[in-house]
């Protein structure tokens, strides 16, 4: 889609959320603490899945903008969850049957975003009206009265004094240096992330497989910003000589930027779900598929095609068909093309010992038939989706599109490669001759590395460490030095007898002193809360991410001069920095910020 048309859709949606001029529901879908209490208050009336339903078309608008089988595979996932009959989170409109009507004329066929708007375009004003009901009385409630005050709209303005640290993506590295910058009192961290939580993606494929056995998976931003803001979007642009960002049609401006973008799978073994129950209603519905199916289909060779495979074929489900049938393909003539040859032999043995059926040199394209799935193989062979449960476990993509389309003025564009990678330096700076202070980590750039959730942590630390280094007058340093870890080359993953496949056991001596054991580096052998106190406790002994930043303060005689005065409660919430307690990904309820758009300021950082 083009510019022009993306921009109309987004528009489209703006007009639709008109409501109450002193806190609409753009507004509301935007603050992670209002859209969690507004979620919470549809809970308890049942209807928490119209709002689930939004968040899901507004991820439409801005997730289908790659290839037509992106929006279509969006689409799927809205009709099957939200419209279809005796659909897992069924919305209750009179539309759903114009919706099949318009379905049976198209015949599944692979569409653009801009026809899978136009099918639920009626369905989506429906739904619009009935949320704006429900956000009048809503707003009238107590719980929206707590809610108001706690949120990015009311309180914690960053402070003329302060840093403005603005991270794009709440992924691993972006965790990373939220997590180290926001309790220093000289930065103001915004984080813009399309999720309200952080998600755990080394443990996805337990969730799916072994749900029984697997933990939330998430835990909310603001469970470790405290004192910045979060804000729920899209990075739309960044513009004006690269001194701010845009994000849902506002202007986000920030002394230094961290590009922490990462990548995005096919499938939903990656998510930008806005809500914690929408993406654990998909999580489940993945798991339930795979205990129902009799054949399982995984296109794609990779780590993580063999590790839901080797998760798959080991497992006895309960189910009437306990165990499945797993077909692996692969489009080259190998698996794990980026382990060594070494790696391969026992990975491919490990897979074969579980009954795993491993077809190389077979490239797949998919088809849609009377509304079903077909995939053909090169070597003639097909596989339905009436016959097969389908995961696709390739194609990974960089989400650097708005660095792309950016009006930025001198031009982002060369900073990215063919591949759509950021080029950045040594420092992990932005590879351009004038923007020293924006920054870029974890899958999204071209550092030579294997690209892990330890890696992206590890991004994480020289980032922060060097944009203290900037404010204290001295020169960024490269990954590797002077305290820093060196971005791992080698893929450190699982139990090396099956080809570093599997999920090995550690006991609670070797969790405490995981940092002597190299092979924690994957970090799936620990789960998201596990992972979330080493980061906040252990994470300073340099031997495990490397060396952190010192905390840097306020200068004294401006520190008591800028604390805000709008609110009692948000003066404790920045300077009262308290230790990070774990919430659930069911906990709507939250504390979280505000931040004012001022003009720039380059506050002497060395450029």
Not at 43 to 65: P, V
Not at 179 to 188: E, K, Q, V, Y
Request: proline share 3%.
């Amino acid at each position: 889609m083009n510019m022009k048309n993306q921009n109309q859709s987004k528009e489209s949606l703006k007009n639709l959320l008109a409501g109450r001029p002193e806190l609409n529901l753009h507004q509301v879908l935007e603050d992670p603490i209002l859209l969690g209490s507004f979620e919470s208050y549809l809970t308890k009336s049942w209807s928490q899945e119209n709002l689930l339903f939004i968040e899901a078309m507004n991820q439409l608008r801005h997730d289908g903008i790659g290839t037509s089988e992106d929006a279509e595979q969006i689409f799927r996932r809205i009709y099957n969850t939200f419209i279809a009959v005796n659909a897992p989170l069924e919305i209750n409109v009179k539309t759903q049957e114009l919706v099949r009507e318009r379905l049976s004329t198209v015949q599944w066929a692979i569409f653009t975003r801009d026809q899978a708007l136009d099918i639920l375009k009626e369905t989506e004003e429906e739904v619009l009206a009935m949320l704006m009901t429900k956000l009048a009385d809503f707003l009238s409630s107590p719980l929206a009265t707590v809610s108001t005050k706690q949120s990015k709209l009311f309180c914690n303005e960053a402070t003329s004094a302060q840093k403005r640290v603005v991270i794009i993506g709440g992924g691993f590295t972006g965790f990373t240096v939220a997590s180290i910058l926001d309790p220093m009192p000289l930065f103001h961290v915004t984080l813009i992330d399309t999720k309200d939580s952080f998600e755990y993606t080394p443990h996805i494929v337990t969730k799916v497989v072994s749900p029984e056995k697997s933990s939330s998976l998430r835990f909310t931003h603001d469970s470790y910003i405290k004192n910045g803001k979060i804000i729920i979007g899209w990075a739309e642009d960044i513009c004006e000589d690269a001194k701010c960002v845009k994000v849902n049609e506002e202007k986000i401006y920030f002394d230094y930027l961290v590009i922490a973008c990462g990548s995005s799978y096919a499938g939903q073994l990656k998510s930008s779900d806005a809500s914690s129950i929408y993406r654990m209603a998909g999580l489940d519905s993945i798991a339930t598929e795979i205990k129902n199916a009799k054949q399982i289909l995984i296109i794609g060779a990779g780590l993580v095609g063999c590790e839901l495979a080797a998760a798959i074929a080991g497992k006895t489900f309960d189910s009437p068909i306990p165990k499945k049938k797993v077909i692996l393909v692969e489009g080259r003539d190998r698996i794990i093309c980026r382990g060594d040859a070494k790696q391969r032999k026992k990975a491919e043995k490990f897979l074969k010992g579980l009954g795993v059926e491993i077809i190389l040199n077979e490239k797949i394209k998919a088809h849609i038939i009377q509304g079903d799935y077909e995939y053909a193989g090169s070597s003639g062979r097909t596989y339905s989706s009436n016959d097969y449960t389908i995961f696709i476990a390739t194609g990974v993509k960089v989400n650097t599109s708005f660095i792309e389309t950016s009006t930025n003025a001198p031009s982002l564009e060369e900073c990215l490669d063919k591949h759509g990678l950021i080029k950045v330096k040594p420092t992990l700076q932005l590879e351009h001759w004038k923007y020293n202070h924006i920054f870029a980590g974890g899958d999204a750039t071209n550092v030579t590395e294997e690209k892990t959730a330890y890696a992206a942590t590890l991004a994480g630390v020289c980032i922060s460490r060097n944009i203290c280094r900037m404010e204290k007058g001295k020169l960024p340093i490269p990954q590797g030095t002077k305290g820093l870890l060196a971005p791992p080359l080698k893929t450190l993953h699982g139990i090396k007898s099956n080809g570093g496949i599997g999920k090995q056991k550690l006991s609670f001596f070797e969790r405490k002193l995981s940092f002597l054991n190299p092979t924690w580096q994957v970090l799936k052998y620990f789960n998201e809360k596990q992972f979330f106190s080493i980061m906040q406790h252990s994470s300073r002994n340099a031997n495990i991410i490397g060396r952190v930043p010192k905390v840097l303060s306020l200068p004294k005689q401006q520190h008591n001069n800028n604390i805000p005065q709008s609110d009692s409660s948000c003066h404790n919430l920045i300077y009262n920095h308290q230790a990070s307690n774990m919430t659930d990904s069911s906990s709507l309820l939250s504390q979280s910020s505000n931040y004012t758009n001022r003009p720039f300021k380059r506050h002497g950082i060395a450029y």
